[in-house]
């Protein structure tokens, strides 16, 4: 990687380990958001007894643990940047006895493994922060056997996820955010349709698919929801850092505004919507 890309790396990888007491603290909420997605990763991937898996960006486990219940027989190894989101993953494998999985701390552009190793390879919304997603690709090509399957998720554009723009909308009327620099690593950065596909081809990936994926999440209240984003989201905590009080205050009330504006009867539902994009070698 470039030095500049090697300079995001290391800022995600500080980032992922300070908000991983958040993440560990929101957990079974945000494995049930992101359920989805896992689920149909795992349909895509038709994971057989005696496979060997590398489920890459795992943070805490998921869908990693899940498809170790699937493979009794065979491994899987989840890899990360974050030490300490490896960590909640390790004790969320403990709590479900699941003695097949295991963990190693690697940049997906460098993958401490040898060619092809994996059966299949998993990774739940982890393309669109990767600095250089076309190495990525390939080194997930190289490590899996051939015939291997890949299937991953990224999340589509921001009309179709107002669970993240309703709070950063308003955000951004109140604190003047610098400009990310064109195709530097965030949320909507592969949700232009067949964009991740292009890329798996070419890597070499083959026979290639694009499914979208809609959901609604249920916060149960605003309140709930405010303290969940500042307590996982960085981006968010990072912009709020530069605000003062009265800034701060002004942004949670036109945030709940916003976000009640969005549900009826009290309710506290917002959208979400992901691609699960599938390929073999």
Not at 46 to 60: F, M, N, P, R, S
Not at 129 to 157: C, H, Q
Not at 193 to 207: L, R, S, V
């Amino acid at each position: 990687m470039e030095p500049s890309q090697e300079q995001i790396r290391e800022q995600q990888k500080q980032s992922w380990n300070k908000f991983s007491p958040g993440w560990k603290k929101w957990d079974t909420f945000n494995m049930a958001f992101l359920k989805p997605f896992g689920d149909a990763i795992i349909s895509a991937l038709k994971i057989k007894d005696g496979d060997y898996v590398l489920d890459i960006a795992t943070g805490t486990g998921e869908p990693g643990l899940i498809i170790a219940k699937l493979t009794p027989n065979g491994k899987v190894i989840g890899t990360d940047l974050s030490e300490n989101m490896l960590s909640v993953a390790l004790e969320n494998a403990e709590t479900k006895g699941i003695k097949n999985y295991e963990t190693v701390a690697a940049d997906v552009s460098e993958l401490p493994f040898t060619d092809a190793t994996f059966n299949t390879v998993s990774c739940r919304m982890g393309f669109m922060f990767f600095p250089d997603m076309n190495l990525a690709a390939k080194e997930m090509y190289r490590v899996l056997k051939p015939g291997g399957r890949i299937a991953t998720s990224v999340w589509a554009g921001a009309d179709l996820n107002p669970w993240v723009t309703t709070i950063m909308s308003i955000i951004q009327k109140h604190i003047e955010l610098p400009a990310p620099l064109p195709g530097s690593p965030g949320m909507f950065r592969c949700s232009k349709p067949g964009f991740i596909a292009d890329i798996f081809k070419q890597a070499g990936f083959k026979n290639t698919s694009e499914k979208l994926i809609s959901v609604k999440v249920d916060y149960k209240s605003f309140d709930r929801y405010w303290e969940m984003m500042l307590d996982v989201a960085a981006p968010i905590v990072a912009a709020m850092a530069n605000a003062d009080d009265a800034t701060k205050a002004t942004i949670k009330t036109e945030t709940e505004e916003l976000f009640l504006s969005r549900n009826k009867d009290g309710e506290a539902i917002l959208d979400y919507a992901a691609f699960v994009v599938y390929g073999e070698k």
